[in-house]
Structure formats: C-alpha cells, structure tokens
C-alpha cells in the first residue's frame, strides 16, 4: 500500500486534469467515499448497533430488506441530496426514482446503486458490498432530475463505477475511463483510504470460474455443457462461489475468473439488475481488460427500459466470456 496516496489526492489530482471541471464529479466521489466509511463502521459492528436481522418488510424484488440493508440507503442518500452533485438516485431498495428534496439543488449527475448487495450474508459474517455507476445528466443543469437521465441510455454512457467490499477490510474499487481502474483501503486508525491496487488489469483468460450449481437443472443445456467441460482435469480450472456478486466479483478481478448468472427456467430474464449492478460491473471489467455479456450480447450496449429490470450476466477475463457467450448461442 502506498500510503502517500489516499483517495481524496487521487481524486484532486484526476479533478485537476480537467480544467473545464466544475468540482461536482470530484465531491459527489467523496461523498460516496463518506457513505462507505459509515457503511463499514455500522457493517463491522452491526451485532452489537442491534443491525442483524430483517426489517420485517420486502423491497420492489421481493427480497426480504435487512436493518444493514436500510441504514446503507439512508446514508447514500443523506451524504449526497444535500451536495448539489446528484440530480436524481435510482437504488435497488426504492421503488421509484429519488429527487433531490428542497432546499437542495440537483446536481449534474444521476447515481446509481445497489446499497448493500449480498446482504442475506450479513447474518454469518461473510462479505458484503455495495455497488454504484454514474451517469452524467441529461436534462438541463439546475432543474429535477427527469427518467429521461438514465432510462434508456447505454451502460457505454455512464462516467465511473464502482464497489466497497466490506470483509476482513474495506476496499474501494473506482473505475473511469481517465484513470482506469484502481483500489483503495481503508485504513480505520486514520479513517482514510489508501491507494492500494493500482491500475487494476484483467488477463486475456483465468482458471477459475464462479456459478451458483445447486440450480443447474434450470439452467440451458447448453450452459451445463460448457461447464461441463471446464471440469476437465486436464484444463486446470477451479470452482469458487461465495453467493455474494459484489465479493465473487472482487476475487476475480483480483485473481482472475469467470462469473455467470445466467437466465434459468424459473427466471428467463435473469436476476440482476441492469442499472445498478450489471452496469457498473461491466464498466468496472471492460476497463480492467474484460468483458460483459448477457449471455449474447455485450452489457454496456444494452439500455435500461425500466429501474429494475434484470439481466443474465456473463462477465470477467474477455476469452473465458467470449467462450460461455459462444457456448449459449450455439445451434
């Protein structure tokens, strides 16, 4: 770790590239930052915060809302509605779009974000994340964000992603296109984070793949086949899969591997969500060296119709992708 550069001077010095910038872009990152802070301090201590545990209520996805899953999208909402960076937020937890309240002045910039996901992991301890993409308004400056800012508009369009994995520490992954993609550490005896994993790369191809097994006689046969045949002893591959995207998603952009969420018979459409979590996922890969697909056709070109909507994912080291991609969409 180089404990020269923490995040704030890395967003300064990217900020101070750009003379036409206006700041906003550079604040609502530290905002963002604040929030995963609180998130970690809450996350680290949530049995004894009285945090474990279910709501009692469900969420647009039918998903069981946990307390964690709550405080982390309040917080993400509190540290940005007041900054004047956000002009609407669209989060897996809400079910319509959310405006930035009065007095407050909308920003240049929509956020996007899944507050807590893998959060039915909370109550064993395993690793949780949030993950967020950005787009740049397009509705004019100063007045309220409009569903024409970020539906229908390509995940090619957006400005930055990125994801905190709240595990034995809490890592920041940002990605822009000006910078590529980068990790950072939060180091908790000074409350900042720390440039940790520069320039972050994916290799052309890995031996490690990530897919849930357990509902394989709902999967196309020809995704059983392929997996089928990575099983190969003389391939090499291994299987790795925490149930948790955001971590699963982390272990191999770190190390290298293939995760598919793949469409089955009880959901066609997939289970994740487009927006907020195939999106800046894809961006985060595509930067890194990887790539994204729905099991056809390349994420970013897709365009959101609707908040929700989900998609299968296919995504990681661009030949394994390019392999699984053939695979389901051979005769």
């Known amino acids: 770790m180089d404990e020269g550069i923490t995040l704030d001077r890395f967003l300064m010095q990217t900020g101070a590239s750009h003379p036409s910038?206006?700041?906003?872009?550079?604040?609502?990152?530290?905002?963002?930052?604040?929030?995963?802070?609180?998130?970690?301090?809450?996350?680290?201590?949530?049995?004894?915060?009285?945090?474990?545990?279910?709501?009692?209520?469900?969420?647009i996805q039918g998903e069981f809302v946990q307390k964690l899953d709550l405080y982390a999208n309040e917080t993400l909402k509190r540290n940005l509605e007041h900054a004047g960076v956000v002009c609407l937020m669209v989060s897996e937890e809400e079910d319509e779009p959310v405006h930035i309240p009065e007095p407050f002045v909308p920003g240049r910039y929509v956020f996007?974000?899944?507050?807590?996901?893998?959060?039915?992991?909370?109550?064993?301890?395993?690793?949780?994340?949030?993950?967020?993409?950005?787009?740049?308004?397009?509705?004019?400056?100063?007045?309220?964000?409009?569903?024409?800012?970020?539906?229908?508009?390509?995940?090619?369009?957006?400005?930055?992603?990125?994801?905190?994995?709240?595990?034995?520490?809490?890592?920041?992954?940002l990605a822009t296109k000006e910078s590529g993609v980068n990790g950072f550490t939060l180091d908790p005896s000074v409350?900042?984070?720390?440039?940790?994993?520069?320039?972050?790369?994916?290799?052309?191809?890995?031996?490690?793949y990530s897919i849930n097994e357990a509902y394989r006689a709902k999967w196309d046969p020809r995704l059983a086949g392929y997996i089928d045949s990575l099983k190969a002893p003389e391939l090499g591959f291994t299987q790795r899969y925490i149930g948790s995207l955001v971590a699963d998603f982390h272990r191999n952009l770190l190390k290298g591997g293939l995760f598919i969420y793949p469409s089955t018979a009880s959901a066609p459409n997939g289970k994740l969500r487009v927006l907020y979590e195939a999106f800046p996922l894809a961006y985060i890969a595509e930067l890194a060296g990887g790539s994204a697909t729905n099991g056809r056709d390349r994420i970013l070109s897709m365009k959101a119709t609707d908040l929700h909507q989900r998609t299968p994912l296919v995504i990681g080291n661009s030949e394994l992708v390019a392999q699984a991609t053939a695979a389901l969409v051979a005769d």
Do not use: W
């Open 191 to 208: 409350g900042e984070f720390f440039l940790s994993h520069p320039d972050l790369r994916l290799e052309p191809s890995a031996k490690m």
């Open 21 to 59: 910038a206006t700041g906003q872009f550079v604040t609502l990152l530290k905002q963002v930052t604040l929030a995963a802070k609180m998130i970690s301090s809450r996350v680290n201590r949530a049995g004894l915060a009285g945090m474990i545990g279910a709501t009692g209520e469900t969420n």
């Open 112 to 173: 996007c974000t899944d507050p807590l996901d893998g959060s039915s992991n909370i109550d064993v301890n395993a690793t949780i994340g949030t993950i967020f993409g950005v787009f740049k308004r397009k509705s004019p400056d100063g007045t309220p964000g409009q569903l024409s800012d970020v539906l229908d508009r390509a995940g090619d369009e957006m400005v930055a992603a990125g994801y905190v994995v709240y595990g034995s520490g809490t890592l920041l992954v």
